[in-house]
């Protein structure tokens, strides 16, 4: 069975305060694996896909990784509006279509 | 860029009545997919739909049925509602056959609450 673990539960950083978040997986064949941002009340926004060990991907404020075991984002100098709850999920081999989800970790960023 | 949409965003409904969320994937998606988000958990993978044909399905109960149409919509049909189905249902697309690991993009969801 797919597991993903993201840690930390959550996260208070100072605005300006570079950190970054994990996501541990044990999947039979990682097909993908995915980042979304979810504000409250609000469906998953998409960040990246990452596919093979040793892939980075950067977006504005952010880089997420991928090894065998794990992936990380990570944030450069976070302003306030990059508060939300990040989610981390994979797409497995086993054929199925459903992403499995970590729980996610509640990012706050404070002025 | 097109979104994906789902009507209605909010529905209140009573234990044992009926209700239908609906879906409409970004346009030249193909596949549809449907997740249940109860209070504070992470999205929980239900059915998913290619070509108008269901491809997988997940831990949707017996009581909810979904299809996707020739404009490839999607409705999940939801009866005897129970207090636990409060939740919200989100609906994802994505271009590309089953298996293949492409972005799914998400809907703003439908917030259920059963009373």
């Known amino acids: 069975e797919d597991q993903v673990t993201q840690s930390p539960e959550a996260l208070r950083l100072q605005e300006g305060e570079s950190s970054s978040l994990n996501c541990s997986y044990t999947?039979?064949?990682?097909?993908?694996l995915f980042w979304y941002r979810q504000d409250p009340g609000k469906g998953p926004e998409f960040l990246f896909t990452l596919y093979s060990a040793g892939e980075e991907k950067e977006k504005e404020r952010l880089k997420a990784t991928l090894t065998k075991k794990e992936s990380f984002l990570h944030f450069t100098a976070p302003k306030p509006e990059d508060s939300a709850t990040y989610l981390c999920a994979v797409h497995s081999g086993g054929g199925a279509d459903g992403l499995t989800f970590g729980k996610g970790t509640h990012l706050i960023i404070q002025p | 860029a097109a979104g994906v949409i789902q009507s209605p965003r909010h529905l209140i409904k009573e234990k044992r009545e009926t209700a239908t969320l609906k879906c409409y994937p970004i346009p030249r998606h193909d596949t549809v997919y449907w997740y249940q988000q109860g209070p504070g958990q992470d999205p929980q993978f239900l059915i998913s739909f290619y070509e108008k044909m269901q491809s997988d399905k997940g831990s949707i109960p017996d009581r909810f049925s979904a299809q996707q149409f020739s404009d490839y919509h999607s409705e999940l049909n939801m009866s005897s509602l129970e207090l636990g189905d409060s939740a919200l249902y989100f609906c994802?697309?994505?271009?590309?056959?089953?298996?293949?690991?492409?972005?799914?993009?998400f809907g703003p969801g439908t917030r259920l609450t059963v009373t």
């Open positions: 999947v039979s064949g990682l097909r993908g």
């Open positions: 994802a697309s994505s271009l590309g056959t089953p298996g293949g690991a492409y972005e799914q993009y």
